[in-house]
């Protein structure tokens, strides 16, 4: 199995050199068809968030064996509070998925609590001896759980970029008190795009050597986005469990989304087989998914707004690239031209036959800060629930689409409230 390049074809990896590099040479994301690689329901709803982390990674990384996994799997979520993992908790008329039971309480757990095993596992099967410097941009979560996740892993190390002023205090202090001989943090003058520019930057400019190679923590590395996958499965086959559906009937998601990783999770499982209704791509004031997926225009020339989801105050949605790519049938040209104009010119349009492709999956809404507040307070009243800023984007972006959704619905709540503290208060 050959992972290639979204901007070419002919960049190819093995599963393992994907996972290792994270980052195409040509700047484009390693991919391969998820619709290629099923998983069968009936088989899936017999087994545990273990069995299905196993059998979604066999799948998509088929150069680790399970006899490789089943240890990393078990170290990894051997750290959350719950032995659910990701509990599914029914909350007025929709279902939260709890994906803030790791070590940092953000769903980042659920992945970087795992990658530092593929990475090393990587090394392990391509004899790579040189070390691996990852460098992650962070909107707030991704650092504090890759910080916490290498943590002194050998023939490693790890620095990790934020926007000075752009995460909560709380995510702050979390990663600049990080532990470690091999972890290194960096306030950037800038917001999170400038981050991830940069980062984007050093993967093109600076080339491995015989000491020392670049990956990344970010969800532009494969092994990062593949254990996303697990926890869609996990909630279809608790609802399942709980005769809230039958095993073919669709599930909505909605999804706080701001680099496109954790929603494009939920559209592979459906591509491997799992029955998804609609995805809902949650936006805050920084809206600009919300426009491309209403108009297919892309624009990232607009005004930033620091709101009180932090995490998802992005203009530029990297993962949305693999989205281009998997729905126009695999047009690797087609992907570079419209990231080399969005690079240039700031902007780029797609077809309406590709966008209403698109739109027969994805649903899109936006949610500014007195939208969110209202939200919180109205579910606490309402329910006793308390919903951290990201979550009550995915809530009140559900309730936008209410009359036309079809079925049971899981919003995904990606923090603990407190982690948010004044925010949520």
């Known amino acids: 199995m050959q992972y290639n390049s979204t901007r070419n074809h002919k960049q190819t990896a093995s599963p393992a050199e994907a996972v290792l590099r994270g980052i195409a040479p040509d700047g484009g994301l390693y991919l391969c068809d998820p619709a290629t690689l099923p998983l069968d329901p009936a088989e899936m709803l017999q087994k545990d968030f273990a069995g299905m982390a196993e059998a979604v990674l066999v799948r998509l990384l088929p150069d680790y064996t399970p006899e490789m996994l089943r240890p990393m799997i078990a170290a990894a979520y051997g750290k959350f509070d719950t032995a659910d993992i990701t509990p599914l908790v029914m909350v007025g008329d929709y279902h939260v998925l709890e994906l803030f039971h790791g070590p940092t309480c953000a769903f980042k757990d659920v992945a970087l609590s795992l990658l530092p095993y593929l990475i090393t596992g990587a090394k392990q099967l391509l004899n790579d001896k040189a070390k691996t410097v990852i460098l992650t941009a962070t909107s707030g979560d991704t650092g504090k759980a890759a910080l916490e996740g290498f943590c002194d892993v050998t023939s490693t190390s790890i620095v990790v970029f934020y926007p000075k002023d752009g995460v909560s205090k709380i995510q702050e202090r979390q990663m600049v008190t990080q532990r470690g001989k091999n972890?290194?943090?960096?306030?950037?003058?800038?917001?999170?795009?400038?981050?991830?520019?940069?980062?984007?930057?050093?993967?093109?400019?600076?080339?491995?050597?015989?000491?020392?190679?670049?990956?990344?923590?970010?969800?532009?590395?494969?092994?990062?986005l593949a254990p996303q996958i697990i926890y869609y499965w996990y909630a279809w086959a608790t609802l399942c469990r709980a005769g809230k559906i039958n095993p073919t009937e669709p599930v909505n998601f909605s999804v706080p989304t701001g680099n496109f990783g954790d929603i494009l999770a939920g559209y592979f499982a459906k591509c491997m087989g799992l029955p998804v209704g609609k995805l809902l791509c949650a936006s805050n004031a920084n809206n600009v998914l919300t426009e491309f997926l209403t108009t297919g225009r892309y624009d990232r020339r607009r005004p930033f707004y620091k709101t009180s989801s932090p995490s998802m105050d992005i203009l530029v949605s990297s993962n949305l690239e693999r989205l281009l790519y998997l729905a126009s049938g695999g047009d690797a040209k087609m992907v570079a031209e419209k990231m080399q104009e969005l690079d240039g010119q700031g902007w780029y349009q797609i077809g309406d036959t590709?966008?209403?492709?698109?739109?027969?999956?994805?649903?899109?809404?936006?949610?500014?800060?007195?939208?969110?507040?209202?939200?919180?307070?109205?579910?606490?009243?309402r329910d006793k629930y308390l919903l951290d800023p990201h979550t009550a984007v995915a809530w009140a972006v559900a309730e936008q689409h209410k009359a036309v959704l079809c079925g049971q619905t899981v919003v995904l709540s990606t923090a603990s409230p407190y982690k948010f503290a004044p925010a949520v208060l």
């Open 354 to 381: 590709l966008l209403k492709k698109i739109q027969n999956v994805f649903l899109c809404g936006c949610c500014d800060d007195t939208m969110t507040s209202e939200t919180i307070k109205t579910v606490w009243e």
């Open 183 to 224: 972890v290194s943090v960096a306030a950037v003058r800038g917001n999170f795009d400038d981050a991830q520019t940069g980062v984007k930057h050093i993967f093109a400019e600076v080339k491995p050597t015989e000491k020392a190679e670049l990956s990344s923590a970010n969800s532009i590395n494969i092994g990062r």
